[in-house]
């Protein structure tokens, strides 16, 4: 429905992708003699196995061992990375890049946890450097794609997604993730096409559906929208983000306490949901419950301080409410520097803002 919730999913796709696509360096028979490689392959098997820390112990152990050993420095970074360190991780990668400076799934890895700490320039040039190397890796083009839809550039997002696709056509994910820039673009049938051939390649992709009801809800067609959303529920029932977006559709339509006992549950299932604390809040605005709307903004707000619908909405509740022009103004103008700029422009034009 609305940007933030778009981005998430931009963001679990790359999640999902990379680590199953470039966990760590492929498991090979032990060698014998080889007493470092011994100590990366246990590390690997317990990598499987979700302790990470046993591998990173036997991977420290190899790096002892042999002290360029460029795999074992690899999968430690993606081990701890896998734990949230991802200062180590990248530190480990970097190693890793130094000493073989040809190793694409370094750099991809490397850019994902670039992207992990919201360093989205430092993950694209990871991504390039990768796509470089290898000018056929498919998960590099698909994941610059990700983060250039996460900056908003949802052209060159499309152009590298259709490149992912050009060389790997079974990639549902991308598909979906294509759509969504599509979508964001104002091209709702062409967002709608790759939805369909998404749900073909996975039909239980929740995140397929969320994605064509929403292209089917700013088409205004809310009954399919609605549809979709419901097939996404019944999928996952625990999809949150599937509850926000019907949500946000059932405000459009006015339906409004159905739009509130979707928000609550989005809530209910993610408390730290950003978009759903928004969505609620609009809804309470236009039931005239100011208070409650602007509570729900600040709370948006406090989870993700570049939510800009929510800062655009809470203005128009301190207007609405208190007549308070100074904070809407406030307000206004943040939306308009995350992007958001309708509001602001006009109260500037009218003389309310500066």
């Not at 680590?19 to 028979?29: L, M, N, W």
């Not at 991780?89 to 000493?99: F, G, H, N, Q, Y």
Request: glycine fraction near 6%; include cysteine.
């Amino acid at each position: 429905m609305k940007r933030y919730t778009e981005s998430l999913i931009y963001l679990m796709g790359l999640l999902l992708f990379l680590f199953v696509a470039d966990s760590v360096f492929a498991q090979g028979p032990l060698r014998k003699g080889s007493e470092a490689e011994a100590y990366n392959n246990t590390g690997y098997d317990y990598y499987k196995n979700g302790q990470y820390d046993l591998a990173i112990s036997y991977y420290s152990k190899a790096i002892e061992i042999e002290p360029r050993n460029a795999k074992a420095y690899y999968n430690r970074g993606n081990a701890y990375g896998a734990k949230g360190q991802y200062e180590r991780a990248i530190s480990d990668l970097t190693k890793a890049i130094e000493i073989n400076p040809r190793h694409t799934a370094s750099y991809n890895s490397r850019g994902f946890h670039y992207y992990r700490m919201d360093k989205l320039d430092d993950a694209i040039l990871d991504f390039t450097r990768a796509i470089e190397l290898s000018p056929k890796h498919f998960k590099a083009y698909y994941n610059r794609g990700l983060m250039y839809g996460r900056k908003g550039e949802y052209d060159k997002s499309i152009s590298d997604t259709s490149k992912a696709i050009e060389l790997n056509p079974w990639l549902f994910q991308a598909y979906v993730n294509r759509s969504i820039a599509y979508k964001l673009n104002g091209q709702y049938d062409l967002a709608i096409k790759d939805s369909n051939k998404a749900i073909q390649l996975n039909p239980n992709h929740t995140n397929a559906y969320v994605s064509r009801g929403d292209a089917f809800s700013k088409k205004g067609q809310y009954e399919r929208a609605f549809s979709d959303y419901n097939k996404a529920i019944e999928i996952d029932p625990n999809y949150a983000e599937a509850y926000n977006n019907r949500a946000g559709t059932y405000t459009l339509t006015n339906q409004y306490d159905l739009a509130i006992a979707d928000s609550n549950k989005a809530i209910e299932i993610n408390p730290e949901l950003a978009e759903a604390y928004d969505t609620r809040g609009e809804v309470y605005y236009k039931k005239g419950q100011y208070d409650l709307a602007i509570s729900d903004f600040n709370r948006a707000i406090e989870l993700d301080p570049e939510i800009q619908d929510a800062y655009k909405n809470r203005g128009d509740a301190f207007s609405a409410k208190y007549k308070d022009k100074k904070r809407s103004c406030s307000d206004w103008k943040k939306a308009c520097q995350l992007g958001l700029c309708e509001n602001y422009d006009l109260a500037k034009k009218e003389g309310t803002c500066k």
